[in-house]
């Protein structure tokens, strides 16, 4: 455990520094102002290097760490009550400033991380019965989309900067039914998400029988 708050620690450190080089001095210098501050921010591996060591730790902790909390009930509240921590603090970070110039700016995402990988590890602790999956369709749909969630990640924001600048279906339906708009955003990224995975799994599949076809082939 410790050697994963170490771990944790590094990118946290590597990622806020590395933002307040990017908000403080290299937008300013090269002439951009502060809304170029979220490309900074967050589209630069180095500035998301948090996210992937808050991931990896948390995958080691469930793999090699025993369950201290055994009551289910227990796990349950602890998840609600993270889940409510998450909402706290980025309403709170936000009113101070997300992608802005000072340490609120530099340590919003990180934070944020934290939070959410607590809720993360609490939630995924809670068992849940083979009859409750079965028959409750939000799980069911939480489960399906959780297959998908890598592919949906990586396309979403080009995805959707695309479809709310250039779709006239799009920019109508929000200035009438914001709502609907934003959820029929959220039906494409996920659409496109799915595709993804399903072509690239049919190509990993497709290569893999040829390998081993090429195998069985090959004189002995």
């Known amino acids: 455990m410790s050697c994963g708050s170490c771990f944790y620690s590094g990118g946290g450190i590597v990622t806020v520094a590395f933002k307040a080089f990017m908000f403080h001095y290299a937008i300013p210098h090269l002439g ?3 809304s170029y501050n979220f490309w900074g921010g967050r589209n630069i591996c180095i500035s998301v290097l948090d996210n992937f060591m808050l991931g990896m730790t948390l995958a080691f902790v469930e793999k090699n760490c025993r369950q201290i909390i055994r009551s289910n009930v227990i796990r ?18 936000v009113g101070k400033g997300c992608h802005t110039d000072n340490l609120y700016g530099y340590t919003y995402h990180s934070v944020l991380t934290l939070v959410c990988t607590i809720f ?11 009859k409750l999956i079965q028959y409750n369709g939000i799980i069911r749909f939480l489960l399906w989309l959780s297959k998908y969630s890598y592919a949906v990640y ?8 695309n479809v709310m600048a250039k779709s006239a279906v799009f920019i109508v339906l929000r200035d009438r039914h914001k709502i609907l708009a934003y959820l029929g955003l959220y039906v494409i990224t996920i659409a496109f998400g799915y595709l993804i995975h399903k072509l690239t799994e049919n190509i990993h599949i497709r290569n893999a029988f040829m390998v081993r076809k090429e195998k069985e082939e090959r004189p002995q």
Request: no cysteine; aromatic share 16%; charged share 10%.
């Open 120 to 130: 993360l590890y609490f939630a995924s602790s809670i068992v849940l019965s083979d």
């Open 154 to 161: 990586l396309l979403h924001l080009e995805i959707a900067r």
């Open 32 to 34: 951009f102002d502060s």
């Open 76 to 93: 349950i509240v602890l998840a609600a009550v993270s889940a409510w921590g998450v909402y706290a603090v980025a309403g709170y970070l």
